[in-house]
Structure formats: structure tokens, C-alpha cells
């Protein structure tokens, strides 16, 4: 699926499934909450906190619980673009083309790296 693809298909299910988007400002909202899902996850995985007793996700250990919340993201971010009018395929090419000129050289000259 591209990108493109997704758009049309959130956008589809939306406006039958779904019946309309919600306001843009709730789903900035709605973004963040998601966000905050994943990285709660990612401390719990990867990170130094454990799972509270009847918190483990039941879809899995590892990856599962991290894809279903990028997933989520990714869903959220798909409905704001399509409400703003952003084609995120163009808006990636053109975000590539920015780090390209910009970080040309910057990330090997980087002595943290």
C-alpha cells in the first residue's frame, strides 16, 4: 500500500464507517494520546519500567503492542493530513529533499555518532 493508497482508504472508511472525521483540533488531540500509548509501551519494553499486574497487552509481548499503537499514529496523522489537504507523499519527498541538502554532512561529521 502507498501511502497515497492509505489516505484514500482512511478517507474512505471515514466517511462510510466511520460517518465523518473528527474536528481537526480533536484529532491533534486524539494524536497525542496515541503517541503517549506507543511511547508507554517503548518504557516498558525497552525502557527500566515493567508492566503494572493486568497491564501486559493481550495481543502479545515484543513488536504486537508497539504496531498496534503505530498503527494508531499513523491512522491519526493520515486523518489530519486528509482533513488539512496534505499529501503526505508529497510532503515526505519534499522532507527528504530538506535533510538531504541540510544534513548532507552533518550526521558524519557528528563525533556522538
Not at 464507517?17 to 480533536?26: A, H, N, Q
Not at 519500567?49 to 513488536?63: L, N, V
Request: net charge negative; hydrophobic share 35%; proline share 4%.
Amino acid at each position: 500500500m502507498t501511502i497515497l493508497e492509505a489516505q484514500q482508504q482512511v478517507d474512505g472508511w471515514i466517511k462510510t464507517v466511520g460517518v465523518r472525521y473528527f474536528s481537526e483540533l480533536t484529532n491533534m488531540t486524539i494524536l497525542t494520546e496515541e503517541v503517549g500509548e506507543l511511547a508507554r509501551h517503548m518504557a516498558r519494553i525497552y525502557g527500566d519500567q515493567s508492566y503494572k499486574p493486568g497491564e501486559k497487552p493481550t495481543f502479545g509481548q515484543g513488536p504486537g503492542p508497539l504496531a498496534d499503537e503505530m498503527a494508531d499514529v499513523l491512522w491519526v496523522l493520515i486523518c489530519l493530513a486528509n482533513q488539512t489537504g496534505v499529501n503526505l507523499t508529497e510532503a515526505l519527498e519534499k522532507n527528504f529533499e530538506k535533510k538531504n541538502i541540510r544534513d548532507a554532512e552533518r550526521h558524519k561529521n557528528n563525533e556522538k555518532l
